[in-house]
């Protein structure tokens, strides 16, 4: 069960926070604290935005670099693909989790694993600027300012400590620069974002 946790959580993890964060189209904000954040991200139904990963296991030598494409669709559908080095996809669709990997093809309900499940649930509340159910799963923190704020996430359930220790998010205004996901075991990975130009 840890494992299966640990595998899906930098995943999803980064797909989520990083997606939100990107694509949110809030208005210049008058005031920055971590309820405006929430009220910006409850605007953002959709969209699409590109990724650059570099993972750090303590088990290899070099970093992992990976790329591709990210998509988000209101109220519950996240979808992240890898296209380099090798084309991966990886879906979030209500109670359905689907991997591929190649010919490869892994299907989970997540009301079989409630952990998994309890984790996306707390990055759908992210998705809907629901404040309170990420307060559930996570204590946050916001500190900066506008310009250059950081949104950090601790877990709060045992059993997420003993995967992630937190996740941070970095920053300006509406906009991720970056989002750092630090694992309890010592591994790690760095997204960085780019809005795309385009949604549908």
């Known amino acids: 069960m840890t494992h299966t946790l640990r595998t899906f959580t930098s995943g999803l993890a980064s797909l989520t926070l990083g997606l939100v964060l990107a694509l949110a189209a ?50 519950d559908k996240l979808e992240k693909r890898t296209l380099k080095p090798k084309p991966e996809s990886m879906v979030v669709d209500g109670d359905a989790l689907t991997v591929e990997r190649g010919s490869q093809k892994v299907q989970l309900q997540l009301q079989a694993y409630p952990e998994i499940g309890a984790f ?21 923190a916001l500190g900066g300012s506008a310009e250059a704020w950081v949104l950090e996430l601790l877990p709060l359930n045992e059993k997420m400590k003993a995967v992630v220790q937190r996740i941070r998010i970095s920053g300006m205004r509406d906009q991720v620069g970056s989002i750092e996901i630090s694992q309890a075991d010592g591994d790690s990975s760095v997204m960085v974002i780019e809005k795309s130009t385009s949604t549908r």
Do not use: C, H
């Open 120 to 140: 996306i649930e707390s990055i759908r509340g992210t998705l809907a600027g629901d404040r309170k159910a990420l307060e559930r799963n996570y204590r946050l």
């Open 26 to 75: 809030a208005p210049a904000l008058a005031a920055w604290d971590l309820q405006q954040l929430m009220d910006s991200l409850a605007q953002n139904k959709s969209g699409r935005a590109t990724f650059v990963e570099t993972k750090r296991l303590a088990v290899l030598s070099r970093p992992i670099e990976s790329s591709g494409e990210l998509l988000y669709t209101a109220p």
